[in-house]
């Protein structure tokens, strides 16, 4: 089995993200930011992090999208401002999002920019949003902030969702075969 984790959105809180990826660094086969950090993308706290540019962060140094392929799963990374993703509709809005994934081949697709949390399985992909750390916005927003670890197994993929105390959100768990 093959473990990812998936954080998104913190907007300058450096501290729950420094705390999270040093917790889940020694665990994890790879570790995505899907944007809006508002930090450097020089700060070491992204050594070794596959991250994206969103639409509060500055530095052009960040990329506006990754394809990565890590353990035979190949990922499709972006913010989504680019993509039209929007909060309104969030799960409804996946096409700019799908065409890309699809034509990079990826069967991961990592997002954020709405802060709403959620896993959807569409169109043989499975869009990832870890939901915001900090700003979490919707109504699982009483969570106080959200972030996802992704577990690969043989025949199926598993998103769970963690709260800004490390805690696993059971009910939140989507799985979608493989
Ligand atoms: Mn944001």
Redesign the pocket.
Known sequence: MSKFLIV??V?GDRDILSQIIDKWRPHVDGLFFN??SELSAQDNVFDGVSTVI???DYDPNFAESNTVTLKDVTFFQT?GHLYDVRAFNAWANLEKLDTSAEKNGAQIVLF????LDGAVAYNNKLFINPG?TT?PKGPRSIIGGTYALLLVEQNKFIVQFYNRSHQLLEDLTVEMSR
Not at 112 to 115: D, K, Q, R, V, W
């Open positions: 998104s959105d907007h944007g809006d969103g639409n509060m913010h954020g920019h709405t802060h915001s700003l």
